[in-house]
């Protein structure tokens, strides 16, 4: 007989061996799905905040190092970070491109808290223009043309072209230079085919007139298939004569041949002309391109033609401000609900937004023009800029995702934040922990895109949308508070923005008196208005947070590690944002390094002061 088990003095029902089996089964399927789920390999959490603390609040001990969020995971395999890129680093930030760029917190990839994850840097595709800086020209000449090859650089890098300069020197490296030389043609003929030649050796792409602007949004069709660098077929744009023209190096290398084979060429004045009619296909939409060449002048600028015609270098000058009143009042046209200079728990933020309001007023001013009603070639029904309707400027608390609307954003740090919004200087550990919220500042800015109940990480995914996706690109323009604004911001939007002139020592632009500046609308949105007194301590909280961030004292270092302990999604907002604005930096600096040695240097900014930030400290 078998033996009866008991449990608590009552028998235990025999099972039998197979329902045994069966519950063993249930409970290691139980134990392993536990396991599986609870493990926290995917859930992003920071260091720490125990070794910060006073000890009155014990919180389990974690290693001081940790490598890797997901360190808790026991599974994790060590990893290495991954490679540090080529010029990767400007001052304390630093980054990594990548795809995954939109993963919440980045040193869950980079394994630094330090380095950021950004999006891959997108390709420039090139785009030429032919300047013969060897012929021999009057200084003043030579200085206007170099204003508007300036011009013409700026306003093509800001549309997410790389716009290089080619000179004889191209045009000669290619082997049907030679032949060239042979024929016996006028020079005009000569120099329009040796931009030709010269385009064709760097391997085709786009060739470009310097007097043929981008006007139009970011997202502009022709614009974004321009920016593909991919033409499969060579192709020019209609009533834009040598203007633009797109096409692979085997085409232009055709339709060169086919030019300098024709017996008629001397009696033509262009290539176009000396070519069979089906070598480049005719492209009838460019709404976004703007020709400021000889007949469009006559046409509908005829005092600035009268003025080239009788003054020569001065008429450029003139030229050239009214192509940079004229790609100023398209970007105007285009934010037509205007300028968001974002300002999230508005009480105490009026100095660390001060810069980016100076900037919106900048943009919101009108451009001096020598024809200030006149409207670009290719928008013949704009809306000139009107000093009595100037842009309007709001400083919503957040973030609104408006194709028309321009949003200028300053992400402070933690640290600066809790001081200002404190409104105190004295802040220390147990102040955070206890009073202080977590990441008000992005919860601030993302409330009416997500609502209020939603964790720090889908909030740093929309910010890092709105930054850097190429929309946002084009939308917005993201600071920190403790930097001054970047001094080129004239190649982000793509013309020189109107600015003080009497603090840089030049007279280019006149001072707008008062009643041209723009005022601020009143608006509910808009948050309270400081006092006098507030302003000031405001800036002196600001000052000294700026210092505390140059602080290398343990102390320091300990209070801004627990600061951004407590708020890691502002923390990661406020790194990416930095290392957004660094590599864009990075990349015009290189660019220029590289250029300036070709073509003489021309339509580079020579010896002129930058100095966007000691404007705003007056
Ligand atoms: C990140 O930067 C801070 C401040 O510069 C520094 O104290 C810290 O050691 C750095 N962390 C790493 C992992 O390099
Ligand atoms: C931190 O600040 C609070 C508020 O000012 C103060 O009451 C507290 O004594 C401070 N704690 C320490 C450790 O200094
Ligand atoms: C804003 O809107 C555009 C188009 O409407 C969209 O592509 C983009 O992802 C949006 N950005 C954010 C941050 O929601
Ligand atoms: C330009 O600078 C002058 C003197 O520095 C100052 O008085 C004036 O307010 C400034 N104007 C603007 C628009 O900032
Ligand atoms: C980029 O890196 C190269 C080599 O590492 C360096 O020489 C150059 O100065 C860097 N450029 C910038 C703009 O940092």
New binding site residues.
Partial sequence: MPVQRSLFGRPVPRLAPKRIAALLGAIALFGVFTLVFTLPSSIPTGPSLGKFTDHRISLPKLPKQLPSPSILNPFRQAAHAPPVQQNSTSG?ASWYSNWNWLSPFSSSVTL???RSLLPPLPVRPPIYTYYDHTLAKDKDLKFAENALLLTWRKAWWAQGFKPVILSPAEAMLNPLYVELQRLELEAALKIELSRFLAWENMGGGLLCNYLLLPMGSHEDSLLSYLRRGEYPMLSRFEKLGNGLFAGAKADIATAIKLALENPELKASKDLVGAVPPLTFGVDPDHEALAFYNAETLNEKYPNVAGDIAATGANGLMILNQLMNAHLHSTWQNEFSTGIAVLKPVPQHMSASVEPALHLAEFLAQCPESPMPASCPPNKPRCKPCVASTPMKITTPPMYRNTSTLYTIGTVPHPYTFASLDGYRDDINVSWIRRVSERDPWLSGMTKELLGTGVSGAPRVIKFKEAVASQYGLGHSLWVTAEMPLPTDLDWYFGFVIPRNATDTGKSETPVPGPERRPQIEPDPHNGPVPSEGDILKEKILLEKAKQFGLSKSPEH?RLRGAVEAWNLADTEAWRFARAFLARASVERLKWEEEEKQYAGGAGSEKGKSQGWGRWFDD
């Fill in positions: 304390e630094d808290e330090n270092n």
